[in-house]
């Protein structure tokens, strides 16, 4: 169907709250990876999801991240205690099975006060 | 690990210049290789990639780029730029043993002025 999408397209927190960002991947597609983009650096892999195998989290960057994939559909990427330094755009992306093209979504820009 | 370098952070370019972006990889092994663009306000989107056979690849837009394995490199080049091909440029890497995770290198943002 439709491209990946993700939600909220923009999320303001104060320090200490947690939050919740969304990502809807393309239909079918089994992989879906979520990257995280801060100002003046490229994408920073952080977790990746394939099918019902055990996710890939060699990038979260601290015990705060937390994601999980739902029926390998809808994913949720949960940061707590937000600091300010989380503050930067959250990417997804997701792949179809045999195929070598990652698809991203929007994005969500996190902004942590 | 696998790290990706752009060595230019802002290009400024006029229409009908040729535009080559640099991309260097530190890793050892079998790698694929990808450009992503991020036009302004659009999502990423794949501009070209290469697996394997033929090192000059082409893609989108006219846009193509050379793997050159001796140098770890996988320039962008696009002979003559248009307005519209202002945006932000990213070299990706995937280590081909690995699951497709990519690295990425930290962007170049071209500005082609009309």
Known sequence: ?113 | AQSVSQHNHHVILSEAASLELGCNYSYGGTVNLFWYVQYPGQHLQLLLKYFSGDPLVKGIKGFEAEFIKSKFSFNLRKPSVQWSDTAEYFCAVNAYSNDYKLSFGAGTTVTVRA
């Open chain 1, 1 to 113: 169907g439709a491209g990946v999408s993700q939600s909220p397209s923009n999320k303001v927190t104060e320090k200490g709250k947690d939050v919740e960002l969304r990502c809807d991947p393309i239909s079918g597609h089994t992989a879906l990876y979520w990257y995280r983009q801060s100002l003046g650096q490229g994408l920073e892999f952080l977790i990746y999801f394939q099918g019902n195998s055990a996710p890939d989290k060699s990038g979260l960057p601290s015990d705060r991240f937390s994601a999980e994939r739902t029926g390998g559909s809808v994913s949720t990427l949960t940061i707590q205690r937000t600091q300010q330094e989380d503050s930067a755009v959250y990417l997804c992306a997701s792949q179809g099975r045999g195929t070598d093209t990652q698809y991203f979504g929007p994005g969500t820009r996190l902004t942590v006060l």
